[in-house]
């Protein structure tokens, strides 16, 4: 594809990042095969939600997938990242009924079929968004092969994965109390149900004895006594031994229960007596049936309370627990109400508080499936970054308890189990059947439960390369080899997908797992519409460019930590944008007047060089490249996307913009062709592989330069240039990249530095042209110096550099460094009485300042009083005005004061 032959003064972000992503993709430069052979390396997207759109959290996991598989795409890898979409059961179900409602209609009016015809049309409207937006992004999926957890292919994997766990006894359908959202009208799994610190309160009330007496109980949820069929103690508990085996009166219900005796009562909880409600709490449910207890549900699956709460039927149940407590008061049954902090469930979709409820569901045994999950992290097969997350990996799957799996909602995939009405034979089948397989009855009925939205999800790996098929695809990228992923969501789905591949694949479905922070913002707050300090990534791409988005994001985020963004920090990704801009632009201006330059076989490594023109920072630049290549590819290696951003930003910046480039201008506008050529041949060598290494993180502007600059053909793109290598130490010897050459620059330019320092201390203009002396620390030095004399006046913006031998001390202003000691001469520069009675002014000021912060700080009320923030702000105070007047104070000595 050609871009334009002369480049821009400014660049434009918004037309060259749309222009190439259609290239990329229309041009299949993301596809791959199995058929193309290589070493395969392959990656799933954790697929968003059709409902969702592209948030922050989006950005960062996306933009972490794409430099890894755009690095091993360079690196020669046949690469495969799947894309996908997820379908959502209940999210997607919430946000189609809100739909209807506007338009005064339920789901129950429209009926099953025509409401899931509705789920359908709205994800053929809307369910693609965030896929457009992935591609803004810079994402480069593999989307020809694009999968959705509700397409053909994987409903065929979920059931089969169903009716083999069915088979082998490992599903169930049983009486267990669930998590049940009210709101959703569906059970949830524990994943799902996320606890929250509450301040609520602790009603003690009295039960009385029956035969005389009474004993006091304490409860959260007073509403749910009225399902009470006991009260519990410990057997241990000698204040009422003499209970256990009588009847107490269930206040307002009027009803005999029985006192019972369970190692599950805790003694020093409230009074040491519990209520025994089973059909409305797990741990009583587990008492009940070692007790053999009544299961009495008083709640309706909407919150309102059914015909066993009596008088209270029809209330909701919030309204109910008011009523109750009211009631329990006026009989004098109310003892006290104790503040009391616990954890509340809530629905993971609506936020709704969870009630635990007796229901009939479908369950997953899971202890089976844990064990070869847990042997693949310890034996190493799978690896965790950061490792700290092993430990919480281990501890869930060590205590892990069956999955509840079915939802009582119509948005999913249905659970594909038959029932006969004629022989009550219940069973499995792959496709719907037309006749009981038992008495070929027609009177068959499916159940009318979703499985729950994780279990198409835990079968991503494989099920989105072909399986149950034994396709190319899965024979060829399975296992895949990294996920990177959040770490809330390692119960949700990193920890099932793994016993799902140990499972029906029998190997791991990953090698490797990267679990990144949270985005924030700048005050470390989690981005909230509520709050209303969210950042949209489409803003971001569409006011700075979707490089400086991703770039930014690396740069900032490091490994396994949260991140802290605001608006504002996105200007270091456009601004290195530009600065490579700028010095891409240069460099072309600069290659007309050197005809016969082929930049493309520069940057395929077709350097040949003068040895004898070679001077001391062409040998350092490119000795430097060679550093920064292993270094940057280590840092991908072990997934520390921050620290090779942070090598890129300072080898791109500092030492070719700011250093080489500047170095080299008196070559390029000088006559020596010869030398001018060879610069020219450094700097394109240097800049190709720079491109090269920055692509992953800032693929579009690359792609743009890699064409400008005349690096790639037509039809070539960057994304498939060879990753670079270190050059063989053969051609560094013949060049000379030695340790030597490199300190001998890094020496030069911490002088020119000092050098550069010393004019802004004495506040002399930059457009005023100054003389310095330079007392080097022998001959040698002494003589190389001399040889980069014009090099030395030009970045120092001097007239003249002296350079004598060392020893001879100056009396004027100086800097020792490792080649010398470089001096400013301030004789018609400034005035220096003026000077010194400024100085002293700034050094008296600053002293005022320093005694009003010791005083604080040997204050002993102040110190024991004010905030440790408070104190460490005062102390790294007092550090930095004692800096200031040690270098106030040097400078007034260098004019004799």
């Excluded at 430099?67 to 495969?80: P, T």
């Excluded at 809100?98 to 789920?119: C, M, P, Q, S």
């Amino acid at each position: 594809m050609n871009s334009d032959l002369i480049m821009d003064k400014n660049y434009d972000p918004n037309k060259v990042e749309s222009k190439w992503y259609q290239w990329w993709e229309q041009s299949g430069h993301f596809h791959s095969e199995p058929s193309e052979g290589g070493k395969s390396f392959s990656v799933v997207i954790p697929p968003p939600n059709i409902t969702g759109i592209l948030h922050m959290g989006h950005a960062l996991n996306n933009t972490i997938q794409d430099v890894v598989v755009r690095w091993k795409r360079m690196q020669g890898f046949n690469v495969l990242w799947v894309p996908g979409t997820d379908h959502a059961g209940i999210a997607t179900q919430n946000v189609v009924e809100k739909a209807l409602a506007k338009e005064g209609i339920t789901r129950d009016e429209l009926g099953r079929e025509k409401f899931l015809e509705r789920v359908w049309e709205w994800r053929a409207e809307y369910g693609n968004t965030i896929v457009r937006q992935l591609r803004k992004l810079g994402a480069s999926c593999d989307w020809q092969r694009e999968r959705f957890t509700m397409d053909e292919g994987l409903s065929k994997a979920v059931v089969e994965v169903f009716c083999q766990l069915y088979d082998e006894e490992l599903i169930y359908r049983g009486n267990y109390i669930v998590n049940w959202c009210p709101r959703c009208h569906t059970a949830l799994s524990d994943e799902e149900s996320e606890h929250q610190d509450e301040c609520g309160s602790l009603w003690h009330i009295r039960y009385p004895v029956k035969g005389g007496g009474e004993v006091v109980v304490a409860t959260t949820r007073p509403e749910t006594m009225l399902g009470d069929t006991a009260v519990a103690v410990n057997p241990a508990d000698e204040r009422y031994q003499a209970l256990v085996g009588k009847k107490v009166l269930l206040p307002l219900m009027n009803r005999e229960i029985d006192v019972i005796a369970d190692d599950y009562v805790d003694r020093a909880f409230g009074t040491g007596v519990v209520k025994m409600t089973p059909a409305h709490d797990p741990n009583d449910f587990q008492v009940a049936k070692r007790h053999n207890l009544q299961f009495l549900n008083v709640m309706h699956g909407n919150g309102t309370m059914n015909e066993n709460a009596g008088k209270y039927a029809g209330l909701d149940r919030f309204e109910c627990r008011k009523q109750v407590v009211a009631d329990l008061a006026e009989l004098g049954l109310l003892v006290k109400i104790e503040e009391h902090q616990h954890a509340v469930g809530h629905c993971y979709r609506c936020d709704a508080v969870v009630e635990p409820r007796l229901s009939k569901q479908w369950f997953v045994k899971m202890k089976p499936l844990a064990e070869p999950a847990l042997e693949a992290v310890r034996s190493g097969r799978i690896r965790f970054t950061p490792q700290r997350w092993e430990k919480t990996y281990y501890e869930w799957l060590e205590n892990i308890r069956d999955w509840c799996i079915s939802r009582q909602i119509w948005w999913g995939h249905r659970i594909p189990v038959y029932t006969c009405s004629d022989c009550a034979l219940e069973w499995a089948a792959r496709e719907t059947p037309e006749v009981c397989v038992k008495c070929e009855s027609t009177a068959i009925t499916q159940d009318e439960d979703v499985l729950d939205t994780w279990f198409s999800s835990w079968l991503w790996p494989f099920s989105t390369l072909g399986w149950p098929e034994q396709s190319e695809d899965l024979k060829f990228y399975y296992p895949t080899n990294d996920l990177a992923t959040a770490p809330e969501i390692i119960f949700f789905w990193v920890a099932r997908m793994i016993m799902a591949g140990c499972k029906f694949m029998d190997d791991i479905p990953f090698e490797h797992i990267y679990l990144h922070g949270t985005v924030r913002d700048d005050k470390g707050r989690k981005m909230s519409k509520s709050l209303g300090n969210s950042i949209d990534p489409l803003d971001i791409i569409e006011q700075y460019s979707a490089d400086s988005l991703r770039f930014t994001m690396m740069q900032i985020t490091s490994t396994g930590m949260d991140v802290y963004v605001n608006m504002e920090k996105f200007e270091i990704g456009r601004n290195f944008a530009t600065k490579i801009w700028n010095a891409a632009r240069f460099m072309q201006m600069q290659m007309e007047k050197a005809p016969g330059i082929d930049p493309h076989a520069l940057a395929a490594g077709e350097l040949e060089l003068n040895v004898d023109l070679l001077r001391a920072d062409d040998r350092h630049m490119l000795a430097t490249c060679d550093k920064v290549v292993a270094e940057i590819t280590e840092h991908l290696e072990r997934y520390r996307l921050q620290d090779g951003a942070l090598a890129l930003y300072d080898f791109i910046w500092n030492q070719f913009c700011d250093w080489y480039l500047e170095y080299a201008k008196l070559d390029l506008y000088g006559e020596d062709d010869a030398r001018r050529r060879q610069v020219l041949g450094v700097m394109t060598h240097v800049f190709a592989k720079a491109l090269k290494l920055l692509h992953p993180y800032m693929p579009f502007l690359t792609e743009e330069l890699w064409h400008q600059m005349g690096y790639g053909r037509e039809n070539e793109t960057i994304m498939k240039a060879s990753w670079p290598l270190p050059l063989p130490q053969s051609q560094c010897a013949a060049w000379g990249l030695n340790e030597g050459a490199v300190s001998f620059v890094v020496a030069k330019r911490e002088m020119i530095t000092a050098g550069r320092a010393l004019r802004a201390e004495y506040n002399i203009a930059p457009s005023k042209f100054t003389n310095f002396i330079i007392a080097a620390i022998n001959p040698e030095v002494a003589a190389e110096l001399s040889a980069d004399l014009e090099s030395l006046k030009k970045q120092l913006r001097s007239e003249s550099v002296e350079i004598i031998s060392v020893g001879a001390e100056q009396a004027m202003p100086g800097t020792l460094g490792k080649l010398g000691t470089i001096y400013l001469p301030l004789e018609g520069l400034v005035d220096v009485q003026a000077e010194k009675a400024r100085v002293t002014s700034e050094i008296e000021k600053n002293r005022g300042f320093l005694r009003t912060v010791e005083a604080k700080l040997g204050n002993e009320r102040f110190v024991a009083n004010a905030p440790e923030a408070v104190l460490l702000q005062q102390r790294q105070r007092k550090e930095e005005l004692m800096s200031t007047l040690e270098r106030l104070e040097g400078l007034l000595a260098s004019f004799g004061g």
